[in-house]
T-cell receptor, first 116, second 116 residues
Framework: GNSVTQMEGPVTLSEEAFLTINCTYT??????LFWYVQYPGEGLQLLLK?????DKGSNKGFEATYRKETTSFHLEKGSVQVSDSAVYFC???????????????FGQGTILTVHP | GAGVSQTPSNKVTEKGKYVELRCDPI?????LYWYRQSLGQGPEFLIY????????DSGLPNDRFFAVRPEGSVSTLKIQRTERGDSAVYLC??????????????FGPGTRLTVL
């Protein structure tokens, strides 16, 4: 079946530090890959996505590149801010069997805390 | 415009009781999803509606769980004979549903269910 594995957290950084959150996946077919973010007291929201190999998704200074050869989709940001403190989820949608809807499979989430 | 709303935000019940959780999707969204998020885990898929019909209910854990969407808008997740293991945050998401499976899903704030 499909699965997503994220690096263990929590991650604690100082403001302006470089961020990497690792994500690897197992899926049949050619999945689409996502990063969702959950800010304190808010609902899950899409941060970025990539729908085919070598695509790079980007948003709000965050980037992730779809690496089919390593089945990875690591999240990076060059300089984090206190406002980036949140829980980050890597996720996929598999197109196996011609699936035409968005059944998301999530990783377990990584808590990021950024200190001033 | 209004986002996805869920009521109640919190529900505390006793083991063996029946509960209903409501989701109001974004107006015009034909696709609706329910997920369950246990503490420290990522959300897990429960059921997907396209319009009024449940197109995929493979994630419902057992026959105590049931969901409806009679008019293709509001959905209700129903849990009979609740058990302590049902305690979790129940998330609802909606998307346009007319495009590819990677249409952005918009999540509600969730209902936190606690079974005593």
């Amino acid at each position: 079946g499909n699965s997503v594995t994220q690096m263990e957290g929590p991650v604690t950084l100082s403001e302006e530090a470089f961020l990497t959150i690792n994500c690897t996946y197992t899926a049949t077919g050619y999945p689409s890959l996502f990063w969702y973010v959950q800010y304190p007291g808010e609902g899950l929201q899409l941060l970025l996505k990539a729908t085919k190999a070598d695509d790079k998704g980007s948003n709000k200074g965050f980037e992730a590149t779809y690496r089919k050869e390593t089945t990875s989709f690591h999240l990076e940001k060059g300089s984090v801010q206190v406002s980036d403190s949140a829980v980050y989820f890597c996720a996929l949608i598999s197109n196996a069997g011609g699936t035409s809807y968005g059944k998301l499979t999530f990783g377990q989430g990584t808590i990021l805390t950024v200190h001033p | 415009g209004a986002g996805v709303s869920q009521t109640p935000s919190n529900k505390v019940t006793e083991k063996g009781k029946y509960v209903e959780l409501r989701c109001d999707p974004i107006s015009g969204h034909t696709a609706l999803y329910w997920y369950r998020q246990s503490l420290g885990q990522g959300p897990e898929f429960l059921i997907y509606f396209q319009g009024t019909g449940a197109a995929d209910d493979s994630g419902l854990p057992n026959d105590r769980f049931f969901a409806v969407r009679p008019e293709g808008s509001v959905s209700t997740l129903k849990i009979q004979r609740t058990e302590r293991g049902d305690s979790a945050v129940y998330l609802c998401a909606s998307s346009v549903g007319q495009g590819p499976s990677t249409d952005t899903q918009y999540f509600g704030p969730g209902t936190r269910l606690t079974v005593l």
